[in-house]
């Protein structure tokens, strides 16, 4: 693979587009995903899942609606993902003893084995995203993205709602109990 030269923006006519926040986002995001299809492929989940799971072995079961809203994905898409990890076996759904109209998602157990291998993938792809900066450029980036996430997170037409700390307490004292 041949290294781009330093100078492939400066020396373009379409410098100033390139340099635009929302391209260089948007470009950002297609890198991303790129490494993160290949990397989740490998352990045979898609990116959506490995989010999927990671919040769920944090939070413990989550009822559809806030498993969304925790991972920022509208209804019929958390769903239709959560169709797919029951499929593989990964997650049960059940009624919530305190309305039975709530249903509850759950990591099984061959949902728990891949936690494991879940976040070894998540490190290559944080790893690939940011191969290119210096540790301080990476503390750098997380927080301008962070403050930039966080400050426009309003705006979003799904906005990140991370479930109650005690749930993810209870599920994590949990998880480190068994």
Not at 22 to 43: K, P, V, Y
Not at 89 to 112: F, N, Y
Not at 144 to 160: A, D, G, R
Request: charged share 25%.
């Amino acid at each position: 693979m041949t290294k781009p030269s330093p100078d492939l923006i400066a020396d373009s006519s379409l410098h100033d587009i390139y340099t635009r926040p929302g391209f260089l986002i948007r470009r950002s995001h297609q890198i991303l995903m790129g490494i993160a299809d290949r990397e989740c492929a490998s352990i045979g989940l898609t990116p959506h899942q490995h989010v999927c799971l990671s919040v769920l072995d944090r939070c413990g079961a989550l009822d559809q609606m806030s498993l969304g809203k925790a991972i920022g994905m509208d209804r019929a898409t958390v769903g239709e993902l959560i169709r797919r990890l029951e499929v593989k076996g990964l997650v049960t759904r059940s009624p919530s003893v305190e309305d039975s109209r709530r249903k509850m998602v759950e990591l099984t157990q061959a949902g728990k084995a891949y936690v494991t291998p879940s976040e070894a993938v998540a490190d290559r792809i944080s790893n690939g995203i940011t191969a290119a900066l210096t540790e301080k450029e990476k503390k750098q980036l997380i927080a301008l993205l962070t403050k930039l996430t966080t400050q426009m997170n309003h705006q979003c037409s799904i906005p990140l709602e991370p479930p109650p700390v005690q749930a993810a307490v209870s599920a994590s004292q949990d998880n480190r109990s068994s």
